[in-house]
């Protein structure tokens, strides 16, 4: 069936470095999204791409529809960026449905 | 941003029982949708909903799931009768367009006992 692979499902990283996340498809999706889960449970809209790249401070995505995937990168991690990241693929023929990827655990250690 | 409301935040039922979850979308979203997490689990699509119509649904949207959101209150998820498997997180969320960003609401937690 259509999935979301995403990488890694555990990151750790000192702050004030980065790493990236990444997401593959195994079909062309339309658009991605990416979140993050606050201590409430709550997903946090991060950034929303039907093509391209997007920067909001230290984050930044790319989408790339026909090469299937996405990638989020954090640069200058803070502990505060600790959280599970997720991203989800809209996708769907009669309405836009997310398929969303397992998950990241991003730890970020002084 | 946008916030959606979802209430209760918490329902234990017997199985067998009727439950009604609720969600109140951003304010001038037109499409609405349910998704489901089971523990360690993906997220995973149930159901979207648009002008008072379902557009599509998944194979977890059993028969005896129904959506509706009358007189443009809240969005709702009933499931009647209830059964063990439906404990789950259930996650309401809203966007404007076809095609666009989602906003989710907090989830409601249902354990079905």
């Known amino acids: 069936g259509d999935q979301v692979e995403q990488s890694p499902s555990a990151l750790s990283l000192h702050e004030g470095t980065g790493s990236a996340l990444r997401c593959n498809f195994t079909t062309t999706m339309r658009a991605v999204q990416w979140f993050r889960k606050n201590s409430r449970g709550s997903l946090i809209n991060l950034f929303y791409?039907?093509?391209g790249t997007k920067e909001n401070g230290r984050l930044k995505s790319a989408f790339d529809s026909k090469e299937r995937y996405s990638t989020l990168h954090i640069r200058d991690a803070q502990l505060e960026d600790s959280g599970t990241y997720f991203c989800a693929a809209e996708y769907g023929s009669s309405g836009n449905k997310l398929i969303f990827g397992i998950g990241t655990l991003l730890s970020v250690k002084p | 941003g946008p916030k959606v409301l979802q209430i209760p935040s918490h329902q234990i039922i017997d199985m067998g029982q009727m439950v009604t979850l609720n969600c109140d979308p951003v304010s001038n979203h037109l499409y609405f949708y349910w998704y489901k997490q089971i523990l360690g689990q993906q997220m995973e699509f149930l159901v979207n909903?648009?002008?008072?119509?379902?557009?599509?649904k998944s194979k977890l949207f059993k028969d005896q799931f129904s959506v509706e959101r009358p007189d443009g209150s809240y969005f709702t998820l009933k499931i009647q009768p209830t059964a063990l498997e439906d404990s789950a997180v259930y996650f309401c969320a809203s966007s404007l367009g076809l095609g666009g960003e989602q906003y989710f609401g907090p989830g409601t937690r249902l354990t079905v006992l």
């Open positions: 909903f648009y002008n008072g119509k379902v557009m599509e």
């Open positions: 791409l039907a093509s």
